[in-house]
């Protein structure tokens, strides 16, 4: 009979284990339309029925999008900053605490187990003797086990909830990853931009200077005015005083890439100073589908771990509802003399089944319960609110990607033929054709021409960079080299 007791309680208690209060995470719906509005549609485009499914397999998920920009030294700024940037070793060690954390809830899940040794001799005041000797020797020496039985998924709760948590710090840490990436690739097209934009400055200050001279000696001729002179000096210090200002920027995304790939300012300053032309921009870039990003964007897949978390400590708080049943135990031996410790008889042992149950604090524990859910809920909008960002600025830098190609193409345009029209200018000036403002005014032009083609061709390189920045794709696992984590996800799965 007795064991037949024994059976159906050790039954009933897998049973139970077998269960988790509180509710289970679902992925939740979140309504996308099935392309980005402002995706560029091909004119071969086959309708949607009769073409392929479009997976997102383009440029952005087939390697690192800074490859296709065919540059070696933005290449070797950006490992450096994967591998020594500050900000994505804070990150790091941020991860690294959480999934401390998942391990040590864990270990609830089996017996804690401890062990302690005392000896000592103790003194009790006479009136309390007895007419014994006041004075005695202790020794003491016992194992400690304590287990709780996790009936109502408390336990398995508290690990889902930690490691939903680890999940969203590693998805933190990948989205650190691609800020870092690119903020350099952004400042790298920039300082480029800028020496493009100086080295305009400074062929066109040449330029005017030029022109100044030849006005100078014409007058000397007795061929010009004061006033043609001095119009000409004035339109050449405000070309020549672009230059300074371009030079300090340039200075500044210097300083700022070195600080993005940790490393003091001289180490760069040499290798960047030497003018190179803007990254060569890729033919097309494939932005995928809206659900392809909602799979790729860490921030997302942070919100929906942070969530789970959420709705998983929903289950720890539901759990405070029933008791809490653990199994204490203590096996050891004690002794009034060193030598009898550990001998039969004077071996000690314990076994007890502890019960805690707050049900007269029921109020505190629906509280906490009613917070729980009330966190979840804010997560919950949370996420959503954190999809609608994501496409928001995909759609953005989508739009501004075509918009800033367009404008790029025209102003190369523009630009060829404003230098082609000051040439033509100077040459009909010389043989007296036409007056000096029409030779500074076709300077100018050409000035604002090009200034204006190297700024749009930066915008253009800038709005690539970001568009990649909010697909989220073709990003590797990249991590600061040290030793203890091999992969992001290894920890994960444990």
């Not at 000696?217 to 002179?229: E, I, K, Q, S, Y």
């Not at 995928?288 to 789970?308: F, K, M, N, W």
């Given at each position: 009979m007795i064991k037949t007791r024994l059976a159906a309680a050790m039954l009933l208690t897998f049973v139970l284990a077998g269960c988790a209060v509180g509710p289970d995470f679902r992925h939740p719906e979140t309504p996308t339309p099935e392309r980005f509005a402002r995706k560029e549609k091909p004119a071969d485009e086959k309708p949607a029925d009769e073409k392929p499914s479009d997976s997102g397999s383009g440029t952005t998920t087939d390697s690192e999008f800074w490859q296709s920009f065919n540059d070696p030294q933005l290449t070797a700024l950006i490992d450096q900053a994967l591998a020594a940037n500050n900000d994505l070793r804070l990150a790091l060690s941020r991860?690294?605490?959480?999934?401390?954390?998942?391990?040590?809830?864990?270990?609830?899940?089996?017996?804690?187990?401890?062990?302690?040794?005392?000896?000592?001799?103790?003194?009790?005041?006479?009136?309390?003797?007895?007419?014994?000797?006041?004075?005695?020797?202790?020794?003491?020496?016992?194992?400690?086990?304590?287990?709780?039985?996790?009936?109502?998924?408390?336990?398995?709760?508290?690990?889902?909830?930690?490691?939903?948590?680890?999940?969203?710090?590693?998805?933190?840490?990948?989205?650190?990853?691609?800020?870092?990436?690119?903020?350099?690739?952004?400042?790298?097209?920039?300082?480029?931009?800028?020496?493009?934009?100086?080295?305009?400055?400074?062929?066109?200050?040449?330029?005017?200077?030029?022109?100044?001279?030849?006005?100078?000696?014409?007058?000397?001729?007795?061929?010009?005015?004061?006033?043609?002179?001095?119009?000409?000096?004035?339109?050449f210090e405000i070309t020549a005083s672009r230059v300074p200002a371009l030079e300090a920027q340039i200075a500044v995304d210097e300083h700022r890439l070195a600080v993005l790939t940790a490393r003091s300012p001289e180490v760069l300053i040499a290798d960047l100073d030497a003018q190179k032309s803007l990254p060569t921009l890729p033919a097309d870039i494939d932005?995928?589908?809206?659900?392809?990003?909602?799979?790729?964007?860490?921030?997302?897949?942070?919100?929906?771990?942070?969530?789970?978390a959420s709705t998983a400590r929903i289950g720890v708080a539901t759990a405070d509802l029933f008791p809490r049943l653990s199994l204490s135990g203590a096996l050891g031996s004690q002794a009034f003399r060193s030598g009898d410790l550990f001998k039969s008889s004077s071996e000690t042992s314990l076994l007890a089944l502890g019960i805690d149950w707050s049900f007269l604090d029921i109020g505190r524990v629906r509280a906490r319960i009613a917070a729980s859910h009330a966190d979840a809920a804010g997560l919950l909008a949370q996420y959503q609110q954190t999809v609608l960002l994501a496409l928001e600025d995909t759609e953005n830098a989508l739009v501004r990607y075509a918009r800033t190609r367009s404008e790029d193409e025209q102003l190369a345009r523009a630009a060829a033929d404003s230098a082609q029209a000051a040439q033509l200018a100077r040459v009909r000036f010389e043989a007296g054709a036409i007056d000096l403002y029409e030779v500074l005014d076709a300077e100018r032009t050409q000035l604002q021409a090009q200034d204006a083609y190297a700024d749009s061709h930066t915008r253009t390189a800038t709005a690539a960079v970001a568009l990649y920045k909010a697909l989220a794709g073709g990003w590797p696992q990249h991590i600061p080299k040290r030793e203890g984590l091999a992969t992001l996800a290894s920890p994960l799965t444990q």
């Open positions: 991860y690294d605490s959480e999934n401390a954390l998942l391990r040590e809830a864990k270990f609830d899940r089996y017996p804690t187990i401890t062990a302690n040794a005392q000896g000592g001799h103790r003194l009790v005041s006479k009136d309390q003797s007895y007419g014994f000797p006041r004075g005695s020797r202790f020794y003491s020496a016992s194992a400690n086990a304590s287990w709780e039985l996790d009936l109502f998924g408390r336990v398995r709760r508290h690990v889902e909830a930690q490691r939903a948590e680890t999940a969203a710090r590693a998805s933190d840490l990948q989205a650190m990853q691609i800020s870092i990436v690119g903020e350099v690739a952004s400042t790298y097209v920039q300082l480029r931009g800028a020496q493009e934009q100086l080295r305009v400055a400074r062929a066109n200050a040449d330029n005017q200077r030029e022109t100044l001279h030849l006005v100078d000696t014409r007058l000397r001729a007795g061929r010009g005015t004061d006033f043609d002179t001095a119009r000409a000096r004035a339109q932005p995928g589908t809206p659900s392809d990003l909602l799979r790729r964007r860490p921030d997302i897949v942070a919100a929906e771990q942070r969530l789970h």
